[in-house]
């Protein structure tokens, strides 16, 4: 079994990504699970506007679609700006609209069969609402979002520390990171066990 975490900082390599470092926790608790943890960060790449799966002309999203296809877990990492979801995360759900019309030879939608989870940090609140538009999104596409797919880490409202200067809240945003492994783990080994059929 393959997990994808799709970063979605505005920060490029090689510096250090809040929201990373919180999904390293996840992605720990899935490897000793036994599932291949791959990591791509966006903001590393060159990943034009689009609805479709290449724009052409040096995009480097499908690249990304690829690994997409090859993990049966997704989890993607996003900060909360402005109490939404990163402009990167936004581009991904963009790109992965194309996925919607897309399907495997049975006729099976490319996105079934496979479960998503979402990483959140930010100083700022608004992670449930960030939760649930990437959700949300992902399952339009047709991933099945597990209860408790998510964990996230903020400071409380107004401005404050952020993830990695503070110690604050990290056990309960730990806690809930392992659990959140565990639950797209068991959906995901459920739903190779017993895929979902093509439609019709």
């Known amino acids: 079994m393959r997990a994808l975490f799709v ?3 505005l920060k490029k390599s090689p510096e250090r990504s809040n929201t990373e470092t919180l999904g390293a926790v996840v992605a720990d608790a899935l490897a000793q699970q036994g599932v291949e943890v791959d990591h791509v960060r966006l903001a590393d790449l060159d990943v034009p506007p689009g609805v479709v799966t ?15 296809l090859d993990a049966e877990i997704l989890v993607v990492l996003t900060l909360t700006w402005l109490g939404r979801p990163s402009s990167i995360a936004q581009r991904m759900l963009e790109r ?3 996925m919607m019309t897309e399907t495997a030879d049975d006729g ?9 989870g979402v990483v959140v940090t930010g100083n700022e609140d608004g992670a449930h609402h960030v939760i649930s538009e990437v959700s949300g999104a992902l399952a339009d596409l047709g991933y099945t979002v597990p209860g408790q797919a998510w964990t996230y880490w903020n400071q409380g409202p107004g401005p404050g520390d952020d993830y990695v200067s503070t110690e604050h809240g990290h056990d309960w945003a730990q ?3 392992r659990l959140m492994a565990h639950n797209l783990h068991a959906v995901a080994a459920a739903l190779a066990a017993r895929p979902v059929p093509p439609p019709g």
């Open 108 to 116: 099976t939608p490319v996105a079934y069969n496979r479960v998503t």
């Open 175 to 177: 806690s809930t990171a």
């Open 7 to 9: 970063s979605c900082t």
């Open 96 to 98: 992965m609209d194309a």
């Open 54 to 68: 290449d724009v052409g002309d040096g995009d480097e999203w499908p690249g990304v679609h690829e690994r997409l």
